[in-house]
């Protein structure tokens, strides 16, 4: 589901600054190579989490769901000289693919890859975030929240993908897969957490982004 007009997002997409060579490979061989091509974010939000590390200057970054490296690379460029980002994914299958991308950006000494349920990793982490970027299985939602919210920096940022899941979480009669129930639940759930101020952006399919208090 497109939430915006056709024309609109091509206007919004032409007036974008454009993404780096790199990141254009990378969604090109992400569309003709790999599994689920969808799953990447693509320009506009990868320009809008580029956007958004730059302005918060991310000493630490955490990225739950690394897929083909496209959203921790556009994160990576917001760093700050001698920040670092550490990105999960559970599918080792894409490791060599994303070690070859990494080592080909300016980033690569600033990038940690770990391969494993996230659910696993989070608590061995011993690192406090600026930015963690919440993109794995929807159905964790919550509980990456719950991982990570105690690792937060005071006046970090979190944002989580799809939770408009394509417009499902407001469907009637009510949609009943597991997915679509665990985000209405995790949105409601930050929502009314006091430890967080939150604005739901409906860009894509829905960015939640939190401030941490
Ligand atoms: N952030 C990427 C897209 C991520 S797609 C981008 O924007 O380009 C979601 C990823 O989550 C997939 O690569 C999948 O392997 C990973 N994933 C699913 N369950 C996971 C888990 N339990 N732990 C870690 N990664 C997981
Ligand atoms: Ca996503």
């Given at each position: 589901m497109e939430f915006i007009d056709k024309d609109i997002q091509d206007y919004a997409a032409k007036h974008t600054t454009e993404a780096s060579k790199l990141l254009e490979k990378i969604d090109r061989e992400t569309n003709l190579?790999?599994?689920?091509?969808?799953?990447l974010s693509g320009h506009m939000q990868g320009r809008i989490l580029s956007m958004f590390s730059h302005m918060i200057k991310p000493n630490r970054i955490l990225e739950i769901?690394?897929?083909?490296g496209y959203s921790a690379l556009c994160m990576a460029e917001?760093?700050?000289?001698?920040g670092k980002l550490i990105t999960i994914d559970?599918?080792?299958?894409?490791q060599p693919l994303v070690e070859k991308y990494f080592d080909e950006s300016p980033y690569t000494n600033q990038l940690q890859y770990l391969i494993g349920d996230a659910m696993k990793l989070i608590p061995t982490l011993d690192d406090k975030f600026d930015l963690v970027f919440i993109d794995a299985d929807k159905s964790n939602y919550s509980n990456y929240y719950d991982l990570i919210i105690n690792k937060m920096n005071p006046g970090g940022f979190i944002i989580a993908d799809n939770i408009l899941w394509s417009g499902k979480v407001t469907a009637t009669p009510k949609s009943n897969d597991k997915d679509t129930k665990a985000l209405i639940k995790f949105n409601q759930k930050v929502h009314e957490d006091v430890r967080v101020e939150n604005v739901l952006m409906a860009v894509r399919d829905g960015l939640m982004i939190l401030r941490v208090l």
């Open positions: 190579n790999v599994l689920r091509p969808r799953m769901g690394t897929y083909t917001g760093l700050n000289a001698k559970i599918n080792e299958e894409l």
